[in-house]
Each structure stands twice: as structure tokens, then as C-alpha cells.
């Protein structure tokens, strides 16, 4: 069970996507895991075939039990000796290329159901087993109403008949039961793994905090600009210029960008920008966009747009989830100034933007309406000093000044 | 389309993006971002939808005419009497 994000301590197998014999590829994704927090699609990291699964659907582990056994590609069932996946270090520091494998043609792509969170819990709660819905919903998903519209049925036979002999296969081919949650629990798990998360930040990172007032006013001009000349579907977000500003600044100040691990600094491998994504229904998460630095702007856009949508109704990968090297948060989205943000353990740094908004706004001894965000800088002092944060965030500024540069 | 189909088709945008909308729950008269929990993202995901559903053109000015149920279908219909008629 690999640890996928800071604040998990066990997982819950819901679906395996690979049966003994399988061969793998480093990248392939393999199982579907449902942390406290969501659904992760969790991803090999070497090349071989399925030897055992050793964890079933349904079972809960804690982080670091091996789910699986890989052989070695060629050899007769030799195992080799790391299980899948290699024992878990405190942070995934192996970085996935981020052009993710497609699954291979033998994954049970069928069985792939499109639910939603609340589908799912209601599902959990009636006890529906949702491969006997029909889903109404776009493409097919499973809704609440459709779950309800069979739980009666359903839950009444599950009484009166005796359970079904479980066929061969079932492990690797069935879709997998719902893990034993109600939603409250689930809730509840959520808030636990957050709450212990950011009590570890509180207790063990000295945080100092950093604040720039940032003119917007080119940059929200060239966005109009640029958004009219756009069709629709390819229109970008005040937002995405924000996370490209600071992609492209990170790389001048490595100093910021990794973990703090063992009592001392980690360089992050690469510019993995984690992106705070709240949740429908409550909770956050922060999954990273992989070597943002080397992303266009309409990369960004679609990168931001896949993980938002697939953070609030799909799923993420594990490699997502355990290796943001600096995460940024947007609560201007929701119309606050400024966020004086609390960092992701063992990250060192955690950047905000509030609204954007118009101010008065003093230059060259004139007083004049401007578009203004407040951009904020929490980070490690173990880590870097305020010196270094201060740098970073005017190097923000600049960037916002050439929006056309981005 | 009449106003009420439109309603129809932003409630398909809106189911689309976040699936776990119950259509009978919109209040039409209050600000979608803020009863339904949509951000901005999700917002341009929704306007998104509409107009691959309608062929109807959203310039982004237009947007904040969109934040009800009410004010969204009113809009379409008469965006749509504003252009030729694109649909079907």
C-alpha cells in the first residue's frame, strides 16, 4: 500500500485492474485505492508480470503492506523481491513520467464504473452493490436517485437469499464491494487525516509568513484580450495565469521547492505544483501538476481543469498524490483578500492568492484604480529565511507584469 | 428552444460537471457558485457544455449573466433570438 499524501496511514483496495500473469510496465496503473481522503489509481513502478495479489478487494491495510508480487519480465516466477510497491518512504520522491501509460488493453475497462461521491456513499449506506445500477447521468454515471431506485430491492433480497458462491475469477474480475464505511465515517476519516496532517504542520514547522499587494491590471487585460480571440472551450482562468507565474518562478529558487526530511533539506526532483482543490460536500485535497514549470499556459489550463475534475468526481493517481514539491491555494476563488496558508508537511512552502480585485492603487506619485491580488507566502524558517521567500514572491510580481511572457 | 428547454439544458451542463446535483434541488433565483459549491473552474466547465449542447456563443463578459438558473435560461433564449438560429 503505498503512501499516497503525508497524511495516510492505511488504504482500502477497491478494485484491482491487473490479474496474475499480467504484464506490467512501469507507469501502468494497476489497482484503484480509497484512501480517507479519495479514489487513487495507483500506478507500478517497474517493469514485470502480476505474480499474487495479496490484498483482495475490500481490505483495508495499513500503509507499506505489500499488495501485490511482480516478476521479473522473462523469468519463470522468480519473484523479484520488491512487492508492489517498494517499501514506503516518507515522501514518494520517484516521480512518474507524467505521460501516464494508457491502461493496458486487459484491464477490465468495462467494470470501470462512473459514480459519484454521494452515489457511492449512498450506495455504501443502502448497501447497493453498484454493478447492479443502471446509471442515468451523463456518460452513464450513477447518480444518488439511481441507487436509491434500486436499494430497496436490493437490500431485501440480501436478506432472504443466501450470498452467492463466489466465482474463481471474482477477485480480479468482479467489481469490487464497497469498502464498509457510512458516510458519516467517511466524513469523519477525511477530517481525522487532515486534522492530524495539519496539526503535524502547526507542531513541527516553524512557518513564517509573507505577504506582496500584486497590480493585476495588465494581466487580467491581456487575459480579456486573449479570451476573446479564443473560442469558448479554450478560454483561460485569472487563476491559471497565478500557478504559471509561479511555475516559472520556482526553478530560480530551488530553495523553496522539496521536502524537509530527516532534519534537513530535499530538493524536489522536478516542479511538481500541488493545487489545493476543495471538495464538494466538504475536505480538500492537493494534488500536484507534474514539471508545471515546463507547462504552457493551455497545458496548465488543461492540467488544472483534468485534476479539478477528476479531485471532485473521478479519480487521482498515486503519483499525484504523494509528490507536490510546493503547493499553491487559491481561496480568492471564494472572495477572501488574502490566505495565510498552513504548508503540507514535508513540503516547505505553500503559496496563496486571495481575490483579485480593484484598488486604490499609489504609483509615480499618482492615485489610480488598479486590479490588485494579495499574494502570500507561508514557509519553513528550518528550510529557508525570509529573505529567500521575499525574493520569491517580488520574482511573482515580475512575471504577473508580462502576462504575454507566461 | 424555449425558455424552458434551456433551463433543461443547463441543468444537463450543470449534472454534467457535478454529478451529484440533484436537478430538483436548484433553487433557480440563487447564485449557482454559491448554493451548488461551483468555483470558477467548474463554472467554465458549465458554460462549456451549454454552448457544445447549443452552438450559442458566451462571450466572457456575458458570464455573470449566468450565475442563476433563471437568469442562465432567459439569457440563452435570447441569445438565441439575437443570432440566427443554430439549432436543428
Known sequence: MPSLGADM???????WLVKPGDAVKRGDIVAV??????EIEVEIFENGVIGEL????GERVPVGTPLATVLAAGTNGAPVPTAVPPAPAPVAPVVVPPQVAPLPAHAPAAHRLRVSPLARRTAERLSVDLATVTGSGPHGAITRSDVEAVAAPVTAAAVTEAPPPVPHAAVTEAPPPAPPAAPADRQKAMRDAIAALMARSKREIPHYYLELQIDMTRAVEWLHEENVRRPLPERLLPSVLLLAAVARVVPDVP???GYWIDGGFRPGSGVHLGVAISLRGGGLIAP????ADRMSLDELM???RDLVQRARSGRLRGSEMSDPTITVTNLGERG???VHGVIYPPQVALVGFGAVRERPWAAEGMLGVRQVVCATLAADHRATDGHTGSRFLTLIDRRLQKPEEL | MNEHEFREVVIRALTEVAPEIEPADVDPDVDLADQLDIDSMDFLRVVVAIHEQTGIEIPERDYPKLSTLASASAYLA???KRHAPVEP
Open chain 1, 54 to 57: 495479496l490484498v483482495g478487494p
Open chain 1, 302 to 304: 488543461d492540467g488544472v
Open chain 2, 78 to 80: 435570447e441569445a438565441q
Open chain 1, 9 to 15: 496511514e492505511s488504504g482500502t483496495v477497491l478494485e
Open chain 1, 33 to 38: 485505492v480509497d484512501t480517507s481522503k479519495a
Open chain 1, 255 to 257: 530553495e523553496l521547492n
Open chain 1, 288 to 291: 500536484a501538476l507534474h514539471d
Open chain 1, 336 to 338: 477572501v483578500d488574502l
